[in-house]
């Protein structure tokens, strides 16, 4: 099948025989209440792409949800209950069902007041895209599709069921939504919707951190990010919840001066991706090579004869990273392994033509820890240069530092680089009891041992006794 091609309904549910649905559908029904399918699982059922969790919507109000699941669900959770949805899972199978929707926006408040509503028309003309305003009635076997969705879905077209001014009032995480499904589905948005994003983007600034990160994280690791980027870039919505990033927009490269940063940024996100191993996208690898440039601006030096400089731009780049990661809510493991990333995306070209010692190599490593992996792959799609004899040159180099790796981690296990006397050693042998002290003998022994890699126990003892003469510490006699 064609990628987001639309594909006629199966005879009965687009969920085919799914034993859950039949079931829910049957209880609701046989209660007196209405069931349908909603949203995103039937546009992904229209365009073959159907998850294993479920969507539904429904007129009975919460409480009634909850005594219809209870007897038959496996497990219910009812943490979404104040928006009116319960969740359950049954045969393995996760499912929301939500009350009638009929929210309303004071154009202030970052959270829209819950109203629920009477029909399933009322729900579908209140959501954000046409491609999700489609229900499927599980009980009368038929597509309800008031704003033209499955056109929208041929045409692979993003637009508002109400103008895009009325939706994004509404909720304008819409407009970045919008460049999530641009990344997701491929799809473009439509002249108006557009336009609407542009004129708008400034109302980004009423949504929380906590939303505008979990749609960015959503967009990032789609099928086609760099769309959703540019369209972020475009319709001015970056310049409110990643700055960094148009900024990077007219500062040239001084390595690919044939491209701007931003657009280099865009390629080697791409490049990254095409890197990446497994089935699932790799946020932190996608962060680290979209933001892995974005000190440059602040460091720009023009030089005499012309050109163009950016000392020390993987520093500043690094704490840049940090400030807006955290602003964005991000978790502190996520935000300190893209910092690192970014700090560690140059270290490579001080390697020339294979100068390092193995201690450089060691370092190498040691500083990139768990991150090693991801670091070999920003490294290589760092490189964006039109210049095909360069390019395999740069390549070949990092091929040839990667075989140095294995060749040192195969002698001496450098992913667990320590030295050489444990702590409670040093502390036997200088007589010190925990503290400072021997912190920094540690650190003596660990540097010592990425210097010169691994030393026998009589040359490590002799090296920390002579330190600790030199620091003012008398060794105990023996």
């Known amino acids: ?83 009116g949805t319960v969740g359950a899972s049954k045969h393995g199978q996760t499912v929301e069902i939500t009350t009638f929707r009929a929210d309303s926006y004071d154009g202030v408040s970052r959270n829209p007041e819950v109203t629920f509503g009477d029909s399933i028309e009322g729900d579908l003309v209140r959501r954000d895209f046409t491609a999700n305003a489609m229900a499927y009635d599980l009980v009368g076997r038929r597509l309800i599709d008031p704003t033209g969705g499955r056109r929208a879905l041929r045409e692979r077209v993003l637009d508002t069921p109400a103008t895009p001014q009325e939706s994004f009032s509404d909720d304008p995480l819409r407009m970045l939504r919008a460049a999530r499904f641009a990344s997701q589905l491929g799809f473009t948005v439509a002249p108006r919707v557009r336009e609407a994003m542009a004129a708008m983007a400034g109302e980004l600034g ?54 701007d940063v931003y657009t280099h940024s865009l390629t080697v996100l791409d490049q990254a991706i095409d890197l990446e191993e497994g089935t699932e996208p790799d946020l932190v690898l996608r962060l680290a090579a979209l933001l892995h440039d974005i000190g440059k601006p602040a460091t720009r030096r023009f030089e005499e004869g012309g050109g163009v400089s950016f000392h020390h731009h993987e520093v500043v780049g690094a704490k840049m990273v940090r400030k807006r990661l955290r602003a964005l809510k991000y978790s502190k493991d996520v935000t300190e392994d893209v910092a690192q990333l970014v700090y560690l995306h140059l270290r490579f070209h001080g390697y020339g033509g294979g100068e390092w010692t193995d201690s450089a190599v060691r370092r190498y490593v040691t500083d ?51 030295p050489d006397l444990d702590g409670n050693e040093i502390m036997r042998l200088l007589g010190l009891p925990p503290g400072p002290l021997v912190g920094r003998a540690w650190k003596f022994l660990k540097e010592l041992r990425l210097d010169r890699g691994p030393l026998d126990h009589d040359e490590a003892v002799a090296e920390l006794l002579a330190w600790a003469r030199a620091e003012g510490v008398e060794p105990p006699a023996e």
Not at 49 to 74: C, E, M, V, Y
Not at 214 to 241: C, F, I, N
Not at 386 to 407: F, P, V
Not at 409 to 417: H, S, W
């Open 1 to 83: 099948m064609q990628d987001n091609a639309v594909v006629d309904l199966p005879t009965g549910s687009p969920v085919g025989s799914s034993p859950v649905a039949d079931e829910l559908a049957d209880r609701f029904h046989a209660a007196g209440h209405r069931l349908y399918l909603v949203g995103g699982s039937v546009r992904d059922a229209l365009l073959g792409r159907l998850s294993g969790d479920l969507d539904f919507t429904t007129d009975a109000r919460p409480p009634q949800i909850l005594a219809l699941l209870k007897g038959w669900a496996d497990a219910i959770w009812d943490t979404g209950i104040a928006f």
């Open 368 to 418: 990139a820890e768990h991150l090693l992996p991801r670091l070999h792959k920003l490294v290589r799609a760092d490189c964006t240069t039109r210049n095909r004899r360069k390019a395999n040159a740069l390549q070949r180099t990092y091929d040839d530092l990667e075989r140095r790796i294995e060749r040192i981690a195969a002698e001496e296990d450098l992913k667990r680089v320590r």
């Open 206 to 259: 009423r949504i929380t951190a906590e939303r505008v990160q979990v749609e960015l994280s959503k967009l990032l690791t789609g099928a086609h990010p760099r769309a959703g980027v540019e369209l972020m870039v475009d319709a001015k919505l970056a310049d409110v919840v990643l700055p960094e990033l148009p900024a990077m927009k007219l500062e040239i490269d001084e390595h690919h001066q044939h491209k």
